[in-house]
């Protein structure tokens, strides 16, 4: 399996140890992200993340920054991305049973590396539930 990680000033270290705990566990990384804690502008990071799960050239995406916010609102322009702020691994759960997304955002400033660990394995071995939430993934992109 091939994720795609990209991350801010913010989330730094914890692309560090996300990419450590993926690559641990056999998965291949394609690291967008800075490797560095200067301020930068976290679409340059979200856009190459967002464009390989869009054209599926990797499985899934993780993206990281204070809030998750701006990286949550960039990815999910996309039309065929379904990107998830999460801060729990019970939210992490839903959103993979009940939305099937493709990126996890986390939000660094609020969540500990630990638990976000755990979130992206919760992540990783979700799976989607189908049936009656795949009729409402089919709603959410705009057709015009």
Same mark, same amino acid.
């Given at each position: 399996?091939? +994720?795609?990680?990209?991350?801010?000033?913010?989330?730094?270290?914890?692309?560090?140890?996300?990419?450590?705990?993926?690559?641990? $566990?056999?998965?291949?990384?394609?690291?967008?992200?800075?490797?560095?804690?200067?301020?930068?502008?976290?679409?340059?990071?979200?856009?190459?993340?967002?464009?390989?799960?869009?054209?599926? $050239?990797?499985?899934?995406?993780?993206?990281?920054?204070?809030?998750?916010?701006?990286?949550?609102?960039?990815?999910?322009?996309?039309?065929?991305?379904?990107?998830?702020?999460?801060?729990?691994?019970?939210?992490?759960?839903?959103?993979? @049973?009940?939305?099937?997304?493709? +990126?996890?955002?986390?939000?660094?400033?609020?969540?500990?590396?630990? @638990?976000?660990? @755990?979130?992206?394995?919760?992540?990783?071995?979700?799976?989607?539930?189908?049936?009656?939430?795949?009729?409402? +993934?089919? $709603?959410?992109?705009?057709?015009?």
């Amino acid at each position: 399996m091939t +994720i795609s990680i990209g991350n801010d000033h913010a989330g730094t270290d914890y692309k560090f140890a996300i990419k450590e705990f993926l690559e641990s $566990k056999g998965y291949t990384v394609n690291n967008y992200g800075t490797d560095a804690n200067d301020s930068v502008d976290y679409p340059d990071f979200v856009h190459p993340v967002a464009q390989d799960v869009e054209h599926k $050239k990797v499985d899934l995406g993780i993206l990281i920054c204070g809030s998750a916010n701006g990286v949550a609102m960039t990815a999910n322009k996309y039309k065929n991305v379904r990107a998830g702020l999460c801060w729990t691994k019970e939210i992490v759960e839903l959103i993979r @049973q009940h939305n099937n997304a493709n +990126i996890l955002c986390i939000p660094a400033r609020y969540t500990a590396i630990p @638990q976000a660990l @755990q979130m992206v394995e919760t992540f990783l071995n979700t799976d989607f539930e189908g049936g009656r939430h795949q009729n409402r +993934i089919d $709603k959410i992109p705009l057709s015009c």
